[in-house]
């Protein structure tokens, strides 16, 4: 008896454990998200407010080819502002070449995006999103230059850009 307690405690307490990791952020978010009613909207005013193709990726958590977008070429100074609510997100002075094919920053612009963690290739990476509208942006990397060693990796029509 007091082995198979063993064994259910060894296999439970670590997988209790691994789903805190895993729901927290998603609460965190959640709890975050709900208390900004301004920009709450049903599916259909959303599609409403936003092309197919951004509503598929702010809103369906979707991804735009790679080197598709236009904004992945702009190097004038300005922000990048989210493309569901007009939030500045990045600085143009954040922004690099990965050679990705997507906008890469190496800093957001504090307090302007939230994250959770992703199992949709199976392993767990960190997504991104607008901290007023919920929009989903990209994932980030720590395989970005320094000082953070951070790479945002952006959708270019989760974006629009705002120059000086």
Not at 17 to 42: T, Y
Not at 96 to 112: A, H, L, Q
Request: proline share 6%; aromatic share 12%.
């Amino acid at each position: 008896m007091n082995q198979f307690l063993s064994r259910r405690t060894f296999i439970l307490i670590p997988t209790m454990s691994f789903l805190k990791i895993i729901f927290k952020p998603m609460q965190v978010l959640a709890s975050s998200l709900a208390s900004k009613e301004e920009w709450n909207f049903s599916k259909d005013e959303w599609k409403a407010r936003l092309s197919p193709e951004t509503y598929y990726i702010l809103r369906e958590e979707g991804t735009e080819r790679a080197f598709s977008s236009q904004l992945n070429n702009e190097k004038r100074k300005g922000n990048f502002h989210c493309a569901g609510c007009d939030l500045p997100l990045f600085s143009s002075d954040k922004k690099y070449d990965s050679g990705t094919g997507w906008p890469s920053f190496w800093d957001s612009i504090e307090g302007s995006v939230e994250t959770k963690v992703d199992f949709k290739l199976i392993v767990p990476r960190t997504e991104y999103h607008c901290s007023r509208c919920g929009g989903h942006q990209g994932h980030v990397f720590n395989d970005g230059p320094p000082p953070t060693g951070k790479r945002y990796c952006n959708n270019g029509l989760a974006l629009k850009f705002v120059p000086d």
